[in-house]
């Protein structure tokens, strides 16, 4: 599924299985995604420029690679009580491009489970520049992750390597 940049009102995606796919849902534009099953997906949730809004009690299941990629978030995302299982890679990625953002950018991760990640749960891949971004993690279960609950990487660099980056954005 994908949701294109540029979309006027809200796409709502409720209760659907998305299986096999290159990206589960590619998102650009605010979106709501609530009550579905990712299962067996590349990224499941693909974040690109202009990709936001609230995604809720869904559930992913084995993502080839990251469950939830976030890239160049620019407006504000919450995830509130997914469930995430075993990502080969990551639970979350989340990725702090240098883009310029007209209003603060606060991606929310409150009362998830990320459960059997591939090598972190949740990995914050910081670049060079302080951007106008919040990082809210709050209530979440993470549980027998292969490597870092919470990876804070430096430099663009995404493969863990226990640096625990000093990450200029709050978080």
Do not use: W
Not at 12 to 32: C, F
Request: proline share 2%; charged share 25%; net charge negative.
């Amino acid at each position: 599924v994908t949701i294109p940049s540029g979309v006027g009102a809200v796409p709502q995606l409720i209760g659907l299985v998305i299986t096999n796919g290159i990206d589960g849902v590619s998102i650009e534009s605010r979106a709501k995604v609530k009550h579905c099953y990712l299962v067996r997906n590349g990224d499941s949730f693909d974040f690109e420029l202009g990709g936001g809004g609230a995604f809720l009690h869904n559930v992913f299941d084995q993502a080839g690679d990251d469950a939830i990629d976030i890239d160049h978030l620019v407006i504000d995302a919450r995830f509130v009580d997914n469930r995430i299982y075993d990502s080969a890679d990551d639970g979350i990625e989340m990725r702090l491009q240098d883009d310029v953002i007209a209003t603060t950018a606060q991606a929310s991760f409150l009362g998830n489970q990320i459960v059997g990640s591939g090598e972190d749960a949740i990995q914050i891949i910081d670049y060079f520049g302080l951007t106008d971004r919040r990082i809210v993690i709050d209530g979440n279960l993470i549980r027998d992750t292969t490597m870092a609950a919470i990876g804070l990487m430096s430099g663009g660099k995404t493969l863990e390597d226990y640096r625990a980056a000093n990450v200029k954005e709050p978080i």
